[in-house]
């Protein structure tokens, strides 16, 4: 299984914003240095985000985006599958019709229920459990996405 880019870059912005608290703010650009991601592809990122409510935007003089209780609280599984926005993430029978279908194959359900073991065990962390022991090394000497070469 592998993962979208959109949930790989959702689940930079949360663990970012997740070590900086939920008191303090960041800007799109602030995120896109940072993180080394496009802003283009990270105004979708929060938009998203904000419509589920894991993050918190504000505008004006005191604006920026805020981790929210509810991304701090929610298992990583959960996360990661509602970031996917897919409710067949590993195979979809029907998008092109399988041949198998007919004759009761049993990989769908196979892949399924190891999916669904994923999500459970992803279940068990939350974004608080990914923490890093040198946080600011990670980010000493950042470049932006634009200035890489």
């Not at 790989?8 to 799109?28: E, H």
């Not at 279940?123 to 990670?138: G, K």
Request: net charge neutral.
């Amino acid at each position: 299984m592998k993962l979208n880019h959109f949930t790989d870059y959702s689940l930079r912005v949360l663990i970012y914003l997740n070590k900086k608290g939920s008191t303090a703010s960041s800007s799109l650009d602030e995120l896109s240095e940072q993180l080394n991601i496009l802003r283009n592809h990270l105004i979708k990122v929060v938009q998203f985000l904000s419509k589920e409510e894991l993050v918190i935007t504000k505008r004006g003089k005191n604006g920026g985006i805020y981790i929210s209780d509810k991304a701090l609280n929610t298992g990583l599984g959960s996360l990661i599958h509602l970031l996917e926005q897919d409710d067949t993430p590993v195979i979809n029978c029907h998008s092109k019709p399988c041949v198998f279908m007919p004759f009761d194959c049993r990989l769908k359900f196979f892949l399924d229920t190891a999916y669904q073991a994923f999500i459970d065990s992803m279940n068990q962390h939350r974004l608080s459990d990914l923490v890093f022991n040198n946080w600011e090394n990670i980010f000493a000497g950042r470049q932006s996405p634009g200035n890489n070469g």
